[in-house]
T-cell receptor, first 115, second 112 residues
Framework: NAGVMQNPRHLVRRRGQEARLRCSPM?????VYWYRQLPEEGLKFMVY????????ESGMPKERFSAEFPKEGPSILRIQQVVRGDSAAYFC?????????????FGPGTRLTVT | GDSVTQMEGPVTLSEEAFLTINCTYT??????LFWYVQYPGEGLQLLLK?????DKGSNKGFEATYRKETTSFHLEKGSVQVSDSAVYFC???????????FGTGTSLTVIP
């Protein structure tokens, strides 16, 4: 059973470009969470999604950031017009339909570098 | 609000030394507590967890006990190895919530 997959593992973007980060949850999991880890900091919750629904986006920056989890395909975290401060590691986690928050399994992360 | 405070690093120990990394928490409900480990260039791996007061989580020689009276979940290992060098994160989640709250991480380096 493959774990949570994220791609790309490393992404370099110039300021002003768009970044698209993908997350494929574990098989059978229908809940996805995105976290951001800034340099020298812990992970901070961004958004919680179920298939086709955003359940909690209380940690998402108000502008330029969006997330989706379509009926088919991976969850996408999209950052428009990236700035240097967006450089961070972005982690995705997934949990089963009947699971609680503590049953989240984390992916390896995408390291975004904005030049 | 809900939060986790953990001991700042970096921590450097000699092989076979005793390890303690302190973690305390603030929670509005009844949290579950976790330790995650992050090896260089990798994602988070669950090290151990405890879901109710007085539970002890253990794995790979690491232990932590959920202490409600002191709101703590300190990580310990009796004899560290070079391969334990990593960043350790304490985290909590509320059974009624959807997200994890992480500490800032403690970097551990074990030297031969």
């Amino acid at each position: 059973n493959a774990g949570v997959m994220q791609n790309p593992r490393h992404l370099v973007r110039r300021r002003g470009q768009e970044a698209r980060l993908r997350c494929s949850p574990m098989k059978g999991h229908s809940h996805v969470y995105w976290y951001r880890q800034l340099p020298e900091e812990g992970l901070k919750f961004m958004v919680y999604l179920q298939k086709e629904n955003i359940i909690d986006e209380s940690g998402m920056p108000k502008e330029r950031f969006s997330a989706e989890f379509p009926k088919e395909g991976p969850s996408i975290l999209r950052i428009q017009q990236v700035v240097r401060g967006d450089s961070a590691a972005y982690f995705c986690a997934s949990s089963p339909p009947e699971g609680k928050a503590y049953e989240q399994y984390f992916g390896p992360g995408t390291r975004l570098t904005v030049t | 609000g809900d939060s986790v405070t953990q001991m700042e690093g970096p921590v450097t120990l000699s092989e076979e030394a005793f390890l303690t990394i302190n973690c305390t928490y603030t929670a509005t409900g009844y949290p579950s507590l976790f330790w995650y480990v992050q090896y260089p260039g990798e994602g988070l791996q669950l090290l151990l967890k405890a879901t109710k007061a007085d539970d002890k989580g253990s794995n790979k020689g690491f232990e932590a006990t959920y202490r409600k009276e002191t709101t703590s979940f300190h990580l310990e290992k009796g004899s560290v190895q070079v391969s334990d060098s990593a960043v350790y994160f304490c985290a909590l989640t509320l059974n009624t919530g959807n997200q994890f709250y992480f500490g800032t991480g403690t970097s551990l380096t074990v030297i031969p």
